[in-house]
Nanobody
C-alpha cells in the first residue's frame, strides 16, 4: 500500500531552519504531484507548498513564500521542504501529501497523506 513517511521535524528557535523529508513507497513517485500541508492546534489544515511531477513547477502559500523551499528527488522517491527563517506561527504538524491529478489548496483533494511531523518554533 502507499506510505508517506515524514521526518526532520523538531524544536527550533525563531529564525532557525529545518529540513523536512518525506519518503514515499507503494506508488510510482514520478506520477504524483507532491505537497505539504500543516495544522496547528485548533485550526484547519493549511496548504504550504506543492511541486509538480518532474519538479519543474512549485507553488507556495503566501505565508511561507521566500522562506520555504520544496524540492523532490524522483530517484529517491523523496520530497523535501526546507524551512528557513522560522517564526512561532509556523508551529504545526506538517503533513506530506500526494496526488496523481495535480495540486490543490483543498486538503480533501489529495489522494494520500503521511502521519505528520511536529515542528515547534520557540520565541
Amino acid at each position: 500500500q502507499v506510505q508517506l513517511v515524514e521526518s526532520g521535524g523538531g524544536l527550533v528557535q525563531t529564525g532557525g531552519s529545518l529540513r523536512l523529508s518525506c519518503a514515499a513507497s507503494g506508488l510510482t513517485f514520478s506520477n504524483y504531484f507532491m505537497g505539504w500541508f500543516r495544522q496547528a492546534p485548533g485550526t484547519k489544515r493549511e496548504f504550504v507548498a506543492s511541486i509538480s511531477w518532474s519538479g519543474g513547477s512549485t507553488y507556495y502559500a503566501d505565508s511561507v513564500k521566500g522562506r520555504f523551499t520544496i524540492s523532490r528527488d524522483n530517484a529517491k522517491n523523496t520530497v523535501y521542504l526546507q524551512l528557513n527563517n522560522l517564526k512561532p506561527e509556523d508551529t504545526a504538524v506538517y503533513y506530506c501529501v500526494a496526488d496523481s491529478a495535480g495540486s490543490s489548496y483543498n486538503p480533501g483533494l489529495w489522494d494520500y497523506w503521511g502521519q505528520g511531523t511536529q515542528v515547534t518554533v520557540s520565541s
